[in-house]
Every structure is written in structure tokens, then in C-alpha cells.
């Protein structure tokens, strides 16, 4: 079975930081770009960074970049998301995905004081 | 940054009816844009890539069209499991954006 899963979400305090984890088992990420979206509550979709294959290319939005570090340990099958200073306008669900095919259930981050 | 604007943001609809839904870009993303359906407390659901692309597994009543900045979703005929929120998303440019979505509810 395919899964994607992810974890590290928390309640921290406004400036605080998190490391989300995303692990993939009866999936392959070596020859994938990867990505993490969120999703405040009762908002839409935000796409947050992209890393490549092999992590040559490395995009952010705007609203992260400076303060979200995106990595990814092929051989681990795993994709991280360091997320520091954070706001509470960064609260939501975090999602990874894998060339857009498959998406984990997705990890909670509250960010409140 | 590219801005998708879709419409309506509802859709009022009962099964067995043809939903449309909308999307526009604020500039051309020639094909780079999908379409992804999302249920309550669920991850999203690629249905459509490339504009017009089926995505694995998904049933022949969705279909996708369009290109440069006008974009369309199709679901033929609703069942029931179709209603949801869909999202268009370009992979033109980066930064990579999401349309702020379209709700197809039971009329």
C-alpha cells in the first residue's frame, strides 16, 4: 500500500519553531520532485516550497522563504520541513506530495501563545 | 506571482446534472494547470494535469479543457461522492499558485 506519512506538528508559541517529517513506504521519491502545501482552517490550498529530485532546485513562497527550510534524505524515502519564527498566520494543516500524485493525511501546526 | 480566479465559488447542483466549473489566470500558464478535488478532513485529489489529462484511476466523467488563461472543469454527471471543493493549480512559474476553489453542494 502506498502511504505517505506525515508528523512533527505541534502547539508551539508565536516564534517557535517545528521540523515536520514526511516518510514514504510502497513509494519511491528518489527520481521525484517533492512538495509541502497547507491549509489554514476553513482557507485553501497554499503551496509552501518545492525540492527536486535531487535537491538541486529549491523554491519557497513568499511567505516562508527566509524561514522554511526545505530538505529531503532519499535514502531515508523521507522529506523534511524546518519551520522556524513562526506566526500564527503559519497555523494549519501541513500536506506533502509527491508529484502532485499522492499526499499524506497531513500534519496540524498551531501556532498560538 | 500568477492569481487564478475561479467561479462560482458555488455550485448548487443535484446528481445526475452537468457541474462546469471555472478557472482564469492572470496570465498565460500555456497547459501547466490541474485540477484537485477535496473532501472534508481529506488530502486533496489530483483529477486533472497538463489542462486536459486524466490523472490514474479517476472516472471518465471529469474531463478538463482549456489553455493560455481560460481553463474549464467538467464533471459530466454528478454521483454523489463527487461533491466537494476543486481547486485549479498552475505549474507554470514559480511561485506555484491554487485557485481560492469552487464548492459543488447538493441542491
Known amino acids: 500500500e502506498v502511504q505517505l506519512v506525515e508528523s512533527g506538528g505541534g502547539l508551539v508559541q508565536p516564534g517557535e519553531s517545528l521540523r515536520l517529517s514526511c516518510v514514504g513506504s510502497?513509494?519511491?521519491?528518489?527520481?521525484?520532485?517533492m512538495n509541502w502545501v497547507r491549509q489554514a482552517p476553513g482557507k485553501g490550498l497554499e503551496w509552501v516550497a518545492h525540492?527536486?529530485?535531487?535537491?538541486?532546485?529549491?523554491q519557497y513562497a513568499d511567505s516562508v522563504k527566509g524561514r522554511f527550510t526545505i530538505s529531503r534524505d532519499n535514502a531515508k524515502n523521507s522529506l523534511f520541513l524546518q519551520l522556524n519564527s513562526l506566526t500564527a498566520e503559519d497555523t494549519a494543516v501541513y500536506y506533502c506530495?509527491?508529484?502532485?500524485?499522492?499526499w499524506g493525511q497531513g500534519t496540524l501546526v498551531i501556532v498560538s501563545s | 506571482e500568477i492569481v487564478l480566479t475561479q467561479s462560482p465559488a458555488t455550485l448548487s447542483l443535484s446528481p445526475g446534472e452537468r457541474a462546469t466549473l471555472s478557472c482564469r489566470a492572470s496570465?498565460?500558464?500555456?497547459?501547466?494547470l490541474a485540477w484537485y478535488q477535496q473532501k472534508p478532513g481529506q488530502a486533496p485529489r489530483l483529477l486533472i494535469s497538463?489542462?486536459?489529462n486524466r490523472a490514474t484511476d479517476i472516472p471518465a466523467r471529469f474531463s478538463g479543457s482549456g489553455s493560455g488563461t481560460d481553463f474549464t472543469l467538467t464533471i459530466s454527471s454528478l454521483e454523489p461522492e463527487d461533491f466537494a471543493v476543486y481547486y485549479c493549480?498552475?505549474?507554470?512559474?514559480?511561485?506555484?499558485?491554487f485557485g481560492g476553489g469552487t464548492k459543488v453542494e447538493i441542491k
Open positions: 506530495a509527491r508529484d502532485w500524485n499522492y
Open positions: 510502497g513509494i519511491t521519491f528518489d527520481d521525484y520532485g
Open positions: 525540492i527536486s529530485a535531487t535537491s538541486s532546485t529549491i
Open positions: 496570465q498565460s500558464v500555456t497547459s501547466y
Open positions: 497538463d489542462a486536459s
Open positions: 493549480q498552475q505549474r507554470s512559474r514559480w511561485p506555484l499558485t
